[in-house]
């Protein structure tokens, strides 16, 4: 399923300085729309103002209804609009970078010919040995076909480079490791699997990205059955941990007892099934589910979960999660008092917050902060250094538990920036990954 994607822009003004212009400029851009980003003054003169200002709107059209209306404005001059976003991924994202500099005749020597030899031997006697002489123990593969890139749908591997270079580059900054895109051109699964399978050895781990649905779960399950390093799809575990910490945090806030209310999943798609099985894992109760594909419904009650229509589960979970890409879907009449719901589609809720709340909502979230970053550096740091064999469910509830305890009261999720956040996951989800015996 795709959805539209909102867009980012950079507005650059030159305004007089005059009390209450950039005020006036703010209230006209909020009003037709504009989410607003950052305020960054480039110049303050006695007579003019340069600043840039940030703004998130829904597609190319939104913005030039924006700049015709902010062109009307007295005393504001609409100098340029820069797309940031291009001028951020020129050259892309990632680079590879030695860790041991050649500067000398003897260095090539020790780094290269001969000298490279005597490790190759070693290795090649005692294979253990290869963790430590070798970038293999701090290097993860993130694996895509393109088939299912965020809201686009099937643009193939090499449109989707930007995001794996993205997700690349967060992991590198916030797990110490490194991470390389690996692009598949197929939508043959026994391809896409036999390509993984032969270049596994380079990698500790394997991180499968935007692959869609349902293949992405026959991959991910014969991956981790042929090769002895974690294999994780992102798209279902990543959000499935974060989901279920910020179930955890929201229920903390309203009392609600999460292991004895009816939880109800909207979607049963890679996200919403994976949400779905972890919740039922740690509750260890069953999921009431619905979907409008049969065969995720079959996918759901395999798992343990009971499959309604969307109204009957409407009316008889506590707790709602909503995955299925559909704005509005939820209409407020359906909403139960006290209930609560996480519509998690970007960048449209099945329901907003203002109306779930309006509609007796006891708590409402959507999707703008539930972000996998919060899970995926820490779940395969750890999961590598506890020298995990495969990934395991106990894992991902353990990062759970981390990003939840993590989080600063009255918030539903932490600080995606926060360093001491990943380090923690790390350690719980390695003493995780010791206690469920996957280690090898």
């Known amino acids: 399923m795709s959805y539209k994607q909102k867009i980012v822009r950079t507005l650059r003004f030159k305004n007089k300085q005059k009390i209450g212009v950039l005020a006036r400029l703010i209230s006209v851009m909020s009003s037709l729309g504009a989410e607003m980003g950052n305020i960054a003054t480039l110049s303050a003169g006695e007579l003019f103002m340069v600043r840039n200002i940030t703004i998130i709107v829904d597609d190319e059209e939104h913005l030039k209804r924006i700049v015709a209306e902010v062109k009307k404005l007295p005393d504001i001059e609409l100098e340029e609009v820069v797309d940031d976003v291009l001028e951020w991924h020129e050259g892309g994202k990632i680079q590879v970078v030695p860790r041991r500099p050649v500067k000398s005749v003897d260095d090539l020597q020790k780094i290269y010919t001969p000298g490279v030899v005597t490790v190759s031997r070693l290795i090649k006697e005692n294979p253990k040995a290869v963790a430590k002489y070798t970038s293999i123990s701090r290097t993860v593969a993130l694996v895509t076909n393109g088939s ?210 309006d509609a007796g909502a006891a708590f409402a979230s959507d999707g703008k902060r539930v972000n996998n970053l919060l899970a995926y550096p820490g779940l395969l740091r750890g999961a590598i250094q506890a020298h995990a064999k495969r990934m395991h469910t106990d894992m991902y ?15 539903l999720i932490p600080d995606v920036l926060d360093m001491t956040l990943h380090d923690a996951v790390t350690k719980a989800v390695a003493k995780a990954a010791l206690h469920a015996g996957v280690t090898k």
């Open 148 to 357: 299912r890139v965020l809201g686009l749908g099937n643009i193939g591997p090499v449109a989707a480079m930007p995001v794996m270079e993205g997700k690349a580059a967060l992991f590198t900054q916030f797990s110490g490791l490194q991470m390389i895109p690996i692009l598949i051109n197929t939508l043959d699964v026994n391809r896409l699997i036999d390509s993984v399978a032969a270049i596994a050895d380079t990698f500790a781990a394997i991180q499968l990205e935007d692959i869609r649905t349902p293949d992405c779960f026959e991959v991910e399950d014969r991956l981790t059955q042929m090769l002895s390093i974690p294999v994780m799809h992102d798209d279902q575990h990543g959000t499935a941990t974060v989901s279920l910490a910020a179930l955890m945090n929201a229920s903390q806030m309203k009392n609600v007892n999460l292991k004895k209310v009816s939880i109800g999943q909207i979607g049963l798609g890679a996200a919403g099934s994976a949400i779905a099985r972890l919740i039922m894992h740690y509750t260890g109760q069953p999921v009431y589910g619905t979907d409008l594909n049969p065969d995720c419904l079959k996918r759901h009650e395999s798992a343990g979960g009971i499959c309604m229509e969307l109204e009957e589960l409407m009316k008889k979970c506590q707790v709602i999660v909503a995955t299925t890409g559909i704005g509005g879907l939820i209409k407020p009449e359906w909403v139960q008092k006290g209930q609560i719901i996480l519509a998690l589609s970007n960048p449209l809720p099945e329901i907003t917050i203002r109306e779930a709340l």
């Open 397 to 411: 509830i353990a990062a759970a538990i981390a990003i939840a305890s993590h989080t600063p009261e009255g918030e």
